[in-house]
């Protein structure tokens, strides 16, 4: 193998190129990286591979210290990568490892949509979720539906009814649940219920409803945040709710809900209840019945962890 720095010496002086031009180049050519690459890959690439990739070799080591030293770069975010393409060399451009890491980041963002939600559910983790007796239940309860869940996705898992007063963790809890799945790969819907109900009503004019039923009816996993939270009309409750949940119960789809009542409460001082005043206390039975079948009763207590 013929040393490398005399080719470079030799092409260089072939060429009478100008001393700046041979300054840059020389520098180029005595780069690590440049010459370790050259001698891996000598085998595959052509004799006169250094200077007819002299442009990419200069391409590389500039952008890669232009990328080093911070400066904007030819592809913001990309760091340059020697390759082989035809027997020349070539530069590829990949993601840095903090792009890498912020597109990870975004993917796992996605997995985990929310309605009408606030932002700072994203920062909520089953790590730092209370461990004091009182949401210990909870805590546990949810452990476990993401092992089971994780294990057979497809199957029929009972998932979690949160109840409790205001302020102790449910949402927190429910967005932790969410944030665990989407790190594992799974995908779901957090829907803050009372607002959901608002946007469907001024869907009706713009003819969204059924697009918007649809993404709630089919999240692989859903949960249904604050539900009772504000009076619902029969409509909402029968051809919001109850279309939702009996699609989910059909299909054995996990859903959860956080909610102020508990079960009972929410049959029979929200369900039953119309905001016109109706009594329907079959209706507000079928529908605690879909909710039952989907989730289990947690009764969460504690302090109140809302910022006074
Ligand atoms: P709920 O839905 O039961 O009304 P939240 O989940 O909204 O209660 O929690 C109330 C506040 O306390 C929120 O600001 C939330 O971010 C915070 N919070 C709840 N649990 C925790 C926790 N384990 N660690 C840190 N903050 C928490
Ligand atoms: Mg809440």
Same mark, same amino acid.
């Given at each position: 193998?013929?040393d490398?720095s005399?080719?470079?010496?030799d092409?260089?002086n072939?060429?009478?190129?100008?001393?700046?031009y041979?300054?840059?180049?020389?520098?180029?050519?005595a780069?690590?990286?440049?010459t370790? !690459?050259?001698?891996?890959?000598?085998?595959e690439?052509?004799?006169?591979? &250094?200077?007819?990739?002299?442009?990419?070799?200069y391409e =590389?080591?500039?952008?890669?210290?232009?990328?080093?030293? %911070?400066?904007a770069? !030819?592809a *913001? %975010? +990309?760091?340059?990568q020697l @390759?082989?393409?035809n027997?020349?060399?070539?530069?590829? +451009?990949?993601?840095?490892v903090?792009t890498q890491?912020?597109q990870?980041?975004?993917?796992?963002?996605?997995?985990?949509?929310?309605? $009408?939600?606030?932002?700072s559910i994203? #920062?909520?983790?089953l790590?730092?979720?209370?461990?004091?007796?009182?949401?210990?239940e909870a805590?546990m309860a949810?452990?476990? !539906? @993401?092992? $089971?869940?994780?294990?057979?996705p497809?199957?029929?898992?009972?998932a979690?009814y949160? #109840? %409790?007063?205001?302020?102790?963790?449910?949402t927190?809890?429910?967005?932790?649940v969410?944030?665990?799945?989407?790190t594992? /790969? !799974?995908?779901?819907t957090?829907?803050?219920f009372?607002? =959901?109900?608002?946007?469907m *009503?001024?869907?009706i004019?713009?003819? /969204?409803?059924?697009?918007?039923?649809d993404?709630?009816?089919?999240?692989?996993?859903l &949960?249904?945040?604050?539900? %009772?939270a504000d009076?619902?009309?029969?409509?909402?409750r029968?051809d919001?709710? /109850?279309?939702?949940?009996? +699609?989910?119960?059909?299909?054995?789809?996990?859903? =959860? =809900?956080?909610?102020?009542f508990?079960?009972?409460?929410l049959?029979?001082e929200?369900l039953? @209840?119309?905001?016109?005043g109706?009594?329907e206390p079959? *209706?507000?039975q079928r529908?605690?019945?879909? @909710?039952?079948?989907?989730?289990?009763?947690?009764?969460?207590?504690?302090?109140?962890?809302?910022?006074?």
């Amino acid at each position: 193998m013929e040393d490398l720095s005399k080719t470079m010496q030799d092409l260089m002086n072939q060429r009478h190129l100008n001393d700046n031009y041979r300054q840059l180049m020389a520098k180029v050519y005595a780069d690590p990286q440049v010459t370790a !690459f050259y001698h891996e890959h000598q085998a595959e690439l052509a004799e006169d591979v &250094m200077t007819r990739s002299a442009a990419k070799l200069y391409e =590389f080591v500039t952008e890669r210290e232009k990328a080093a030293k %911070g400066t904007a770069t !030819f592809a *913001k %975010g +990309y760091e340059p990568q020697l @390759i082989v393409a035809n027997h020349l060399i070539d530069v590829a +451009y990949v993601p840095t490892v903090a792009t890498q890491e912020k597109q990870a980041q975004q993917q796992l963002r996605q997995r985990v949509k929310s309605i $009408a939600m606030p932002k700072s559910i994203r #920062e909520a983790e089953l790590d730092s979720f209370d461990r004091d007796a009182d949401r210990a239940e909870a805590l546990m309860a949810a452990l476990d !539906f @993401i092992d $089971a869940y994780e294990a057979s996705p497809k199957r029929r898992h009972q998932a979690l009814y949160l #109840e %409790g007063s205001f302020g102790v963790g449910k949402t927190y809890l429910l967005a932790a649940v969410a944030n665990q799945l989407a790190t594992d /790969g !799974f995908s779901t819907t957090l829907v803050h219920f009372p607002s =959901f109900a608002v946007e469907m *009503k001024n869907a009706i004019a713009q003819n /969204g409803v059924a697009e918007k039923l649809d993404a709630l009816k089919r999240a692989p996993v859903l &949960m249904i945040d604050d539900i %009772g939270a504000d009076a619902m009309s029969a409509w909402v409750r029968d051809d919001i709710l /109850g279309v939702i949940l009996e +699609y989910r119960m059909q299909e054995e789809l996990p859903t =959860f =809900f956080s909610s102020n009542f508990s079960m009972e409460q929410l049959e029979t001082e929200h369900l039953r @209840i119309s905001t016109r005043g109706d009594d329907e206390p079959l *209706k507000a039975q079928r529908l605690m019945q879909r @909710i039952r079948f989907l989730a289990r009763e947690i009764t969460m207590v504690g302090a109140n962890r809302r910022p006074q």
